[in-house]
Nanobody, 113 residues
Framework: QVQLVESGGGLVQPGGSLRLSCAAS????????MSWYRQAPGKERELVAV????????YYADSVKGRFTISRDNAKNTMYLQMNSLKPEDTAVYYC??????WGQGTQVTVSS
């Protein structure tokens, strides 16, 4: 059974940091490209960051470049998103995605004072 389980979301003040995790099981994680997406209320889901199978290549949306870092640990079947200098506009549900078409259930990130 394929599972992608996000964790690490929560409420943080502007300028703060959070680290999201995505634990994968039931498929070949180490041979899958992985991504983080987010969806804010009333908006379409948008791509945040992408990482290739070995973690050597990454891509970031302009809105998060320089503040977010995507990484993965293939030995632990886990992907991460380190989010620094958070802004209120980063508030959204964050989803992890495998390039095989699998999605997690999402984790809420709220940036507010």
């Amino acid at each position: 059974q394929v599972q992608l389980v996000e964790s690490g979301g929560g409420l943080v003040q502007p300028g703060g940091s959070l680290r999201l995790s995505c634990a994968a099981s039931g498929f070949a994680f180490s041979s899958s490209g992985m991504s983080w997406y987010r969806q804010a209320p009333g908006k379409e889901r948008e791509l945040v960051a992408v990482i290739n199978t070995f973690g050597h290549s990454t891509y970031y949306a302009d809105s998060v470049k320089g503040r977010f870092t995507i990484s993965r640990d293939n030995a632990k079947n886990t992907m991460y998103l380190q989010m620094n200098s958070l802004k209120p506009e980063d508030t959204a549900v964050y989803y992890c995605n495998a390039d095989r078409g699998y999605w997690g259930q999402g984790t809420q990130v709220t940036v507010s004072s």
